[in-house]
Each structure stands twice: as C-alpha cells, then as structure tokens.
C-alpha cells in the first residue's frame, strides 16, 4: 500500500470512529443517546489509537494536516509529499463522514435539530468568538503534535522494546482523549483541518432529511488554527527537546 492511500484509508477510519462516536451520542433514537462528553471524548481518543494502529508502519500515521505541516516544518517531512498527504487525509475525512451517515441512516429521520445533524460531522463553538476559538484551537494542536512528538521522540523509547510501535499509537490516542476533556469545552476541538473540513464537505452534499447549512462563517477557524498550532508545536518540540 503507498503512503498516500494509507493516509486516505487511516484518516477515513479515524472519521468513521469519530464522527460515528458523536452520531451515537447526540441522534435521536440511538443505543447510546445522551451519553455525554465522557463518552464523545473516550471514543475520539480510542479512534485515533485504532487509525494509527493500521496506517503507522506504511505512513506514519498522519492523519492530520497540522501533524504534515509541523513535522515538515521541523525537517522531518519532506515539503515535496505535503500536498499528497494532505489531498489523502481530506479525501478520506470525506469519505469517513459519507461512511457515518450510511451507518446512522435511519437516524436522520429522528433527529430534528439542524445543529445537533451538523455537529456529528464538524465542531462548532460553545460561545462564537472569533479570537478565542482561534486560540483555543492553535493551543489544542500545539499540545497536540508536541505530545506526538514527545511521545515518539527517541528519548522517550526503551531500546529494542518495541515500546513506539507497540505503546505509541495507544499513547497518541490518550494524548487525544486528554485533549478533549482538558481543551475541548469551547470548540469541540477539531485539532485537525481534515478532520472538520472533509466531513462538513459530506454534511453539504449528502442528501440529510432536513438538515440545514453547513456553517462556513465558521468552518475556516477549524482549518486555519490547527495549521498554525501544528507548526507552533512541532517548533517548540525542536527548540526544547534534547532529541529530536
């Protein structure tokens, strides 16, 4: 498998789980309705963990346009593969979200809430501030790729322990599952542009039994605040990190 079809495939697993973990909890006449946060947050973490699991030895598990974008602003990408990764990762986000709404077809139906239908494919914003919610996603990524990094990082690994294929994957999924229930009260924490922008793609050209717009006034701060907070973290994990 190449790397670019690894990171379609793996960022279209990571939706599924994802998205499918929102769609389970906020659609109406579901097993897990009204689950809560706990449950949103477990099930983004267990999806990464499951997505990097599958794609890391082909790829490196990106999965994330803001991961691309910091590991080559660091050096360690090459700028030359960014925009395949990157068209990968949205093309699959895209394809995870048509996925979800295939699995919760009936639900649709059941749900008459247009935002609550919006929001198991793309964040929103508990209070709409532009600035805030541009910051809290810079720093949400910015822990992000810095804790994957840290994770990674030489230092951090037992010789021939097997620990970076072995525990890292799982590690990066509690790393998101932190993130969520530590940062992610005030945006949903999309973290990721792929992530927010390929589904909400899905949300506007399924046919969706009632469902309303797709909130673009908002949708550039999910894209723009990840991509600058990856690059925020990858440099602040060269810059302090004794290996790198």
């Known amino acids: ?100 709404w295939l699995a919760y077809l009936p639900h649709w139906k059941e749900t008459q809430d247009q935002g609550t239908k919006l929001a198991v494919f793309c964040t929103a914003p508990a209070i709409r501030h532009t600035v805030g919610n541009l910051i809290c996603e810079i720093i949400g990524t910015a822990v992000l790729v810095l804790g994957v990094l840290a994770i990674l990082s030489p230092a951090n690994l037992l010789p021939d322990s097997g620990f970076d294929k072995g525990l890292g994957p799982a590690l990066v999924g509690m790393l998101v599952w932190s993130i969520g229930l530590s940062l992610g009260g005030p945006t949903g924490y999309a973290i990721n542009p792929a992530r927010d922008l390929g589904p909400r793609l899905a949300h506007f050209v399924l046919p969706i039994p009632g469902k309303g717009g797709a909130d673009w006034g908002y949708a550039w701060i999910p894209v723009l605040g990840p991509a600058i907070g990856g690059i925020l973290g990858a440099l602040l994990y060269r810059a302090f990190w004794p290996v790198v």
């Open 1 to 100: 498998m190449s790397a670019t079809l690894a990171e379609l495939l793996g960022t279209m697993i990571l939706i599924l789980l994802g998205d499918g973990v929102v769609a389970n909890v906020v659609l109406k006449q579901t097993k897990g309705h009204n689950a809560g946060w706990i449950v949103i947050t477990t099930g983004w973490g267990f999806a990464v963990a499951v997505a990097v699991y599958c794609t890391g030895t082909i790829s490196g598990a990106h999965l994330n346009p803001a991961v691309t974008l910091g590991m080559a602003a660091i050096g360690k990408f090459e700028w030359t593969l960014v925009p395949g990764y990157i068209a990968a990762q949205m093309a699959g986000a895209f394809l995870g979200g048509v996925l979800v």
